[in-house]
């Protein structure tokens, strides 16, 4: 049975492997018909919103060719003139027959839709289905296109929902302290969501934390005026009255009841956040791992020098959650993290970097990580961090949003210099690879890949760029800005 994965990395996967489905605008095809649900999108439609404003004379054409591709992909077995069943022709255009619980994004909504009503243990559990869908940003890979990044603004609200469903959930299942470090997170990572900060209060007060709950409440305030020259609202205001008052109604089951919650509560309150460090600089591994060590319920499995200790570490101990440094020698944090995030049931991956670039965060996106983070933030933020990405969220440190918000705006992929548009990430880590002085072998050995294709990859390279040999495609990874001169380890 095929599933098909858009939140995170966007893959299709039979069994346990995931299928070629080709360059990003094929991809951006099979996106565009998961996004209607099945329903069919008309060839006009298609043509717009995959080249917005400039569509290429041939677009029409084009367009048929990668449904071709993708139908061969999807259903290697069919016959030429068979009638496909997954990429369908539905006049005027095409669309995706696929089952409800096979797509992520799909499967994702109706849970949550679902959870809206129900007892609070079966809320608790749906709800903790639904999240455990999320493996990095929805769409990520097509953010430029404005109809993926309308919905991954809405899958992202509706995961905000999720969220919030399952700690009221757990409020009602007497679960009050064990939510906390959780809506923490959640409070942190979306400050101006008052339902975030009533359910923060509200767990507080019920575990008996008076103060802090009136503590959380004038952050929440503070944060509003700054932000947005507003107050509490009206349910906030009357929360901090209630809590002033000792309001009886606000009394909820006794106090983390061990009979109150459901299995899933238990199993996760008793196994710790099982985290793998990757970094090159031994005083940063250093310093994270006091940080762990002093931290209830994570546990620090194992520590990674470069991309590829990474990677085989990663495989052997299977963490929750992996904290990489973006810039490593031997093998780059983005192209071990696209490694690690195709693998089959991937940990969530938080990026590290000293400087924040506007690149590095559009790079990291793209690569579907769940976070990113300054090596310089303090102990707390880092570990929100941690928690955010093991809940499902997406966590980008506070300092680098106005700047990421500025580099999306108006730009197409800054992660790719325009010499090399149109390559895929695979095709920019074999350059990267290559000015890095490794031989065929060598790179099929970084990449897990056969070395006949490496060099059948490279010969494609250089045709594709009218380039003469491997050392002008060392120039142009240079000169393009690709790779600097530090990197080349």
Same mark, same amino acid.
């Given at each position: =049975?095929?599933?098909?994965?858009?939140?995170?990395p966007f893959?299709?996967?039979?069994?346990?492997?995931?299928?070629?489905?080709?360059g990003?605008?094929?991809?951006?095809v &099979?996106a565009? &018909? &998961?996004v209607?649900?099945?329903?069919?999108v008309p060839m006009?439609?298609l043509?717009?919103?995959?080249?917005?404003?400039?569509?290429?004379?041939?677009?029409?054409?084009?367009?048929?060719g !990668?449904?071709?591709?993708?139908?061969?992909?999807?259903?290697?077995?069919?016959?030429? #003139?068979? *009638?496909?069943?997954?990429? +369908?022709?539905?006049?005027?255009g !095409?669309?995706?027959?696929?089952?409800?619980?096979?797509?992520?994004?799909?499967?994702?909504?109706?849970?949550?839709r679902?959870? *809206?009503?129900? $007892?609070a243990? %079966?809320?608790?559990?749906?709800?903790?289905r @639904?999240?455990?869908?999320? #493996?990095?940003?929805?769409?990520? *890979?097509?953010? $430029?296109?404005?109809?993926?990044?309308a919905?991954a603004m809405?899958?992202?609200?509706?995961?905000? =929902? @999720?969220?919030?469903?399952?700690?009221?959930?757990a409020l #009602?299942?007497?679960?009050?302290?064990?939510?906390?470090p959780?809506?923490?997170?959640?409070a942190?990572?979306?400050?101006?969501?008052?339902?975030?900060?009533?359910?923060?209060?509200l767990a507080?007060y019920?575990?008996?934390?008076?103060? $802090?709950?009136?503590g959380?409440?004038r952050?929440?305030r503070?944060?509003?005026r700054e932000?947005?020259?507003?107050?509490?609202?009206?349910?906030?205001?009357r929360?901090e009255?209630?809590?002033?008052?000792?309001?009886?109604?606000?009394?909820?089951?006794?106090?983390?009841a061990?009979?109150?919650?459901?299995?899933?509560?238990?199993?996760?309150?008793?196994?710790?956040?099982?985290?793998?460090?990757?970094d090159d600089q031994?005083?940063?591994?250093?310093g994270?791992?006091?940080?762990?060590?002093?931290?209830?319920? +994570?546990?620090?499995?194992?520590?990674?020098?470069?991309?590829?200790q990474?990677? %085989?570490?990663?495989?052997?101990?299977?963490p929750?959650?992996v904290?990489?440094?973006?810039?490593?020698?031997?093998?780059?944090?983005?192209?071990?993290?696209?490694?690690? &995030? @195709?693998?089959?049931?991937?940990p969530? +991956?938080?990026?590290m970097?000293?400087?924040?670039?506007d690149?590095n965060? !559009?790079a990291?996106?793209?690569?579907?990580?769940?976070?990113?983070?300054?090596?310089t933030?303090p102990?707390e /933020?880092l570990l929100? %961090?941690?928690?955010?990405?093991?809940?499902?969220?997406a966590?980008?440190d506070?300092?680098?949003?106005?700047r990421?918000? %500025?580099?999306?705006a108006?730009?197409?992929?800054?992660?790719?210099?325009?010499?090399l548009?149109?390559?895929? $990430?695979a095709?920019?880590?074999?350059?990267?690879?290559?000015? #890095?002085? /490794?031989?065929?072998?060598?790179?099929?050995?970084?990449?897990?890949?056969?070395?006949?294709?490496?060099?059948?990859?490279? @010969?494609s390279?250089?045709?594709?760029?009218a380039l003469?040999?491997?050392?002008?495609?060392v +120039?142009?990874? !240079?000169?393009s800005?690709?790779i600097s001169?530090g990197?080349?380890?």
């Amino acid at each position: =049975m095929l599933k098909f994965h858009a939140l995170g990395p966007f893959q299709v996967v039979a069994g346990d492997s995931p299928l070629d489905l080709g360059g990003l605008r094929q991809q951006a095809v &099979l996106a565009r &018909l &998961l996004v209607a649900r099945g329903r069919a999108v008309p060839m006009s439609v298609l043509i717009d919103e995959l080249w917005p404003g400039d569509p290429p004379a041939q677009a029409l054409s084009t367009i048929q060719g !990668y449904v071709s591709r993708l139908r061969r992909a999807l259903e290697p077995g069919r016959a030429p #003139r068979e *009638e496909a069943e997954i990429l +369908v022709s539905a006049p005027p255009g !095409y669309a995706l027959r696929a089952g409800s619980d096979t797509v992520d994004t799909w499967l994702f909504e109706s849970l949550v839709r679902a959870g *809206e009503t129900g $007892d609070a243990a %079966a809320v608790w559990d749906r709800m903790e289905r @639904a999240l455990g869908l999320w #493996r990095g940003p929805a769409l990520a *890979e097509f953010a $430029d296109l404005s109809w993926a990044a309308a919905e991954a603004m809405r899958l992202d609200e509706l995961r905000l =929902m @999720a969220v919030e469903q399952r700690a009221e959930a757990a409020l #009602r299942l007497g679960m009050a302290s064990a939510t906390i470090p959780d809506l923490e997170s959640h409070a942190s990572a979306h400050p101006l969501r008052e339902e975030a900060w009533r359910l923060l209060a509200l767990a507080l007060y019920r575990a008996g934390r008076q103060g $802090d709950a009136l503590g959380a409440l004038r952050r929440a305030r503070t944060l509003l005026r700054e932000e947005l020259g507003l107050d509490l609202g009206p349910t906030l205001h009357r929360l901090e009255r209630d809590i002033l008052a000792h309001a009886a109604h606000l009394d909820g089951p006794a106090p983390d009841a061990p009979d109150a919650a459901p299995a899933g509560v238990a199993a996760r309150e008793a196994s710790a956040l099982r985290v793998v460090v990757a970094d090159d600089q031994a005083l940063v591994r250093a310093g994270l791992r006091v940080i762990m060590e002093n931290e209830p319920g +994570v546990e620090l499995v194992g520590e990674a020098q470069d991309g590829e200790q990474a990677i %085989a570490l990663i495989r052997r101990t299977r963490p929750d959650l992996v904290l990489m440094d973006i810039s490593m020698p031997r093998l780059d944090g983005l192209a071990a993290a696209r490694r690690v &995030l @195709a693998d089959a049931a991937p940990p969530k +991956v938080v990026m590290m970097t000293t400087f924040g670039t506007d690149d590095n965060l !559009y790079a990291a996106l793209r690569a579907g990580v769940s976070g990113f983070v300054l090596k310089t933030s303090p102990p707390e /933020q880092l570990l929100a %961090a941690l928690r955010a990405a093991a809940d499902g969220d997406a966590l980008i440190d506070p300092a680098l949003t106005t700047r990421l918000i %500025a580099a999306f705006a108006g730009r197409g992929d800054p992660d790719v210099p325009p010499a090399l548009k149109g390559l895929t $990430d695979a095709d920019l880590d074999v350059i990267k690879l290559v000015a #890095r002085g /490794q031989t065929n072998q060598e790179i099929a050995t970084t990449l897990s890949v056969p070395e006949d294709s490496v060099g059948a990859a490279i @010969a494609s390279l250089l045709d594709r760029l009218a380039l003469l040999d491997r050392a002008q495609l060392v +120039v142009l990874a !240079y000169e393009s800005g690709l790779i600097s001169p530090g990197t080349a380890r």
